[in-house]
Nanobody
């Protein structure tokens, strides 16, 4: 599985950005896909996850820090995962990574925000908020 992120950039506080994660090579029928972020000097943290794929139910998960402002979605026809980020704050500035792995619903529910849930990672896209 290969993941390629895009859509990062520089935005003023209060603005919006939409990140995309284009995937290729999926072979499982269900996946847990998540967006993580890492700011300089900080640990990588999960911000949003989704249980998807041919048999996935589309359940979504969010960290408290982004709930109500960020939305994760999936276009299975395009094998692309999106992260719509609204009302951006300076503390949202970070490198954003897409991660994915085949798994079942229960493990995605409990493990979506944990790094070792995922074997596949993108290269990241930078988000700057001023």
């Amino acid at each position: 599985v290969q993941l390629v992120e895009s859509g990062g950039g520089s935005v003023q506080a209060g603005g919006s950005l939409r990140l995309s994660c284009a995937a290729s090579g999926y072979k499982d029928r269900t996946y847990c896909i998540a967006w993580f972020r890492q700011a300089p000097g900080k640990e990588r943290e999960g911000v949003a996850g989704i249980y998807t794929g041919e048999d996935g139910d589309g359940s979504t998960y969010y960290s408290d820090s982004v709930k109500g402002r960020f939305t994760i979605s999936q276009d299975n026809a395009k094998n692309t995962t999106y992260l719509q980020m609204n009302s951006l704050k300076p503390e949202d500035a970070a490198m954003y990574y897409c991660a994915a792995d085949g798994t079942y619903a229960g493990y995605c529910y409990t493990g979506w925000g944990i790094l070792y849930t995922y074997n596949y990672w993108g290269q990241g896209t930078q988000v700057t908020v001023s």
